[in-house]
């Protein structure tokens, strides 16, 4: 199970925080992320975290204003997006892959998806 929370309606230039929390075969995962999908666009990545190291990344339209944290136990993650454009609007997942070997940045493969949430940025 997968639930997320914080969306919500704000501002140019104000900020928001979205929080994730896994249960169940998704429970320490070996990666967690946040994807986003706009009205009328595809599904794209935002940011990631592996419970290996530690490893933590980012696209870059949105690397200096999301901040992407997860706990050691990898059940919760949050994602902090400060300095919200109108572009940012869009439904917010977060996903949990539950193995992965490789090194680098996890991107995609993801076995488990939540709701999404709604992130409104207003002009």
């Known amino acids: 199970q997968r639930v997320e929370s914080g969306g919500g309606l704000v501002q140019a230039g104000g900020s928001l925080a979205l929080s994730c929390a896994v249960s169940g075969r998704a429970f ?9 999908q706009a009205p009328g666009k595809e599904r ?22 999301f901040t992407i944290y997860g706990n050691n ?16 609007t869009a439904v917010y997942y977060c996903a949990a892959r539950v193995e992965f070997s490789g090194s680098g940045c996890v991107r995609s493969g993801y076995d488990y998806w939540g709701q999404g949430t709604q992130v409104t940025v207003s002009s």
Request: with cysteine; hydrophobic share 45%; aromatic share 8%.
């Open 44 to 65: 794209e990545f935002v940011a990631a975290i592996r419970r290996s190291g530690r490893t933590i990344c980012y696209a870059d339209s949105v690397k200096g204003r």
């Open 73 to 88: 136990a990898m059940n919760t993650m949050s994602l902090q997006m400060n300095s919200l454009e109108p572009e940012h």
């Open 28 to 36: 320490g995962s070996a990666a967690m992320a946040w994807f986003r």
